[in-house]
């Protein structure tokens, strides 16, 4: 309400992949699999993580 930032909770994601190749759907699952595995976006998405905020105001860093 009134100036109060909007705070989103949320619950998951849903990434696509779309291609044009002629590999098997056998081979496409696997290079998706070793994809997944080795992204380090989606790695971190998938766990509960801690954020920390910190803050240069005057050339020094502090926690925020």
């Not at 930032?5 to 070793?34: K, Q, W």
Request: glycine share 8%; aromatic share 6%; charged share 20%.
């Amino acid at each position: 309400m009134g100036n109060a930032p909007h705070v989103p909770e949320p619950v998951g994601f849903n990434l696509d992949a779309a291609t044009d190749s002629r590999a098997s759907g056998e081979d496409l699952l696997r290079l998706l699999e070793a994809a997944r595995k080795g992204c380090f976006l989606e790695q971190t998405l998938a766990q509960s993580n801690t954020v920390i905020h910190r803050l240069e105001p005057s050339g020094y860093w502090v926690d925020a």
